[in-house]
């Protein structure tokens, strides 16, 4: 497998992959150079990516297509993005979910209550349009390579 930075000739695959799983896929090349895309004999089977709201993240649908899943890929992807945040000094992530949130708990993850979410978090499409209010909020710390 490869795992590797998402490039402009991916996009209309990722976009099929997101919309296939039910994941919002209409701004996500906007965050395209924060992106990861998994690959397995020249196929997409994964993808991830990394929303910068000042100096939070905001984790971007973390997908594995089903016949892949179990295998550890999705967890290799965050690592990759919480990785990429480090760098950028980012020692905050948010993300929000409606269907992952015990496998985001296992990966150091705590549920938070939308009204107590950051503004940049808050004023993200994500956040304000895409994702349902039913969806649930959920934030890491993460070390900081600046730290």
Not at 25 to 53: M, P, Q, T, Y
Not at 74 to 97: C, F, M, P, Q, W
Not at 106 to 123: C, N, S, W
């Amino acid at each position: 497998m490869n795992y590797r930075k998402a490039i402009g000739a991916d996009l209309n695959e990722v976009k099929k992959i997101l919309i296939a799983n039910g994941l919002p896929s209409v701004d996500f090349g906007e965050h395209f150079d924060n992106a990861v895309v998994v690959e397995e004999k020249g196929e997409i089977i994964g993808l991830g990516g990394l929303e910068i709201c000042g100096d939070i993240g905001l984790v971007r649908s973390i997908v594995v297509i089903p016949r892949y899943r179990g295998k550890g890929i999705a967890k290799n992807i965050y690592r990759l993005i919480e990785d990429k945040a480090s760098h950028l000094g980012i020692n905050v992530l948010y993300l929000l979910t409606e269907s992952a949130t015990e496998y985001f708990k296992k990966l150091g993850f705590t549920v938070q209550r939308r009204t107590e979410t950051p503004i940049a978090v808050m004023e993200t499409k994500q956040f304000k349009a895409l994702c349902p209010s039913s969806a649930t909020v959920m934030f890491c710390k993460i070390s900081s390579r600046d730290e």
